[in-house]
């Protein structure tokens, strides 16, 4: 697949302030990104900049092999929906897409027409005629998006759409969402501080910190792999055990709780559970590791028990337990010492 969105050493300052360092990384047609990090790492400020709402400092933006870095939003022919929805109070659904369509100059019975079917993609064509206060939170999300859909943009952007609905119509709406970007095949960039967001919806993430790009990968490849400590702890649980000693050099060792498993044959590491937290289908434990002979003794992990393997060994707090960690899927990182 082409490059169909490409950031080139974009870089933003606010004063003294850095926003964005240097940032560079393409987008193919037809691909989901999520740009994913923690409040004020920069996400929104990028999201703004290829929407032509922020100029960067440095650096360009080129959509479709043109660059368009000066471009006004107008001329990029880009959807944006925001985390408020910004509707109209005064306008019913129907009227609040029609809104972004009227400045096309096209024919009324036209712009009546490409609503009604954004409204129909976004299951609320029966709601055409509520407005704003009627509807429900993701009902206000859906309409927002279909506002944006019915410019046929080229660009999706989203940012942050469904932070402010409740777990279950997030979830609902996030697989509506992915669904009907993949029918479409429009090319859709979605800011997040949700990890699982990312994970479910993504073809690509994009991890950032402190206005810097720590990785980009698949949501498999930064799940798994993660390229440092930030990311690994950012993206899901994970078990940190720190090795200091004159052979270990400031290793870190990194392990996710569901990697470390019971053993049946009773070779492994002894560990006591000190906590069991009930989670539905698992339990997730924290147990101290017993092996004087290695740097391992006495460290504290988190580690995820089938439900069913703690009721048939009536695991409990004080339970000793023999452990493999798993040592094919830990992954090791170089620890700065004294910091």
């Known amino acids: 697949m082409e490059d169909y969105l490409k950031i080139d050493q974009v870089r933003k300052k606010f004063g003294n302030a850095i926003t964005l360092k240097n940032l560079s990384f393409s987008v193919s047609q037809g691909e989901f990104l999520c ?39 107008a001329k990029r022919n880009i959807g944006v929906v925001f985390q408020s929805y910004a509707l109209f109070p005064n306008l019913t659904a129907l009227k609040n897409v029609e809104f972004g369509l009227k400045a096309k100059k096209i024919h009324r019975r036209e712009v009546r027409e490409k609503a009604l079917e954004a409204l129909e993609m976004v299951g609320l064509a029966e709601k055409k005629d509520y407005y704003p206060a009627q509807l429900s939170g993701g009902q206000q999300q859906r309409v ?33 969402i992915r669904s009907l970007q ?15 967001e990312a994970l479910t919806m993504a073809d690509k993430i994009i991890v950032m910190k402190s206005a810097e790009i720590m990785q980009i990968g698949t949501p498999q490849e930064i799940y798994q792999l993660p390229a ?26 990194a392990i996710r709780p569901e990697q470390i498993v019971l053993t049946d044959d009773g070779t492994g590491i002894r ?38 393997i703690v009721q048939q060994r009536k695991i409990k707090k004080g339970s000793v337990l023999t452990l493999s960690l798993g040592e094919k899927q830990m992954l090791s990182y170089q620890e700065k010492v004294g910091v």
Do not use: W
């Not at 400020?45 to 092999?65: C, D, K, M, Q, Y």
């Not at 400590?229 to 270990?248: E, K, Q, T």
């Not at 003794?297 to 089938?306: N, Q, R």
């Open 271 to 308: 560990a006591t559970v000190e906590k069991l937290e009930f989670r539905g289908p698992i339990y997730r434990g924290m147990v101290t590791l017993e092996d004087p002979a290695s740097l391992l003794h006495g460290k504290l992990v988190l580690i995820d028990l089938p439900i069913d």
């Open 228 to 253: 440092n400590p930030f990311v690994a702890d950012f993206i899901g649980a994970m078990n940190f055990i720190h090795l200091h000693s004159a052979h270990s050099n400031g290793q870190l060792l």
């Open 35 to 73: 740009l994913l990090g923690p409040s004020g790492c920069g996400k929104t400020t990028l999201l703004r900049i290829i929407a032509g709402l922020e100029n960067p400092s440095s650096g360009r933006v080129f959509i479709n092999g043109k660059d368009m870095t000066t471009a006004p939003p």
């Open 182 to 196: 993949e029918r479409l095949g429009i090319t859709t960039i979605m800011v997040t501080h949700d990890q699982e």
């Open 144 to 176: 927002a998006l279909a506002r944006a859909l019915a410019l046929s943009p080229d660009i999706l952007l989203l940012d942050e759409p469904l932070s402010a609905l409740d777990a279950k119509v997030r979830e609902t709406l996030r697989s509506e």
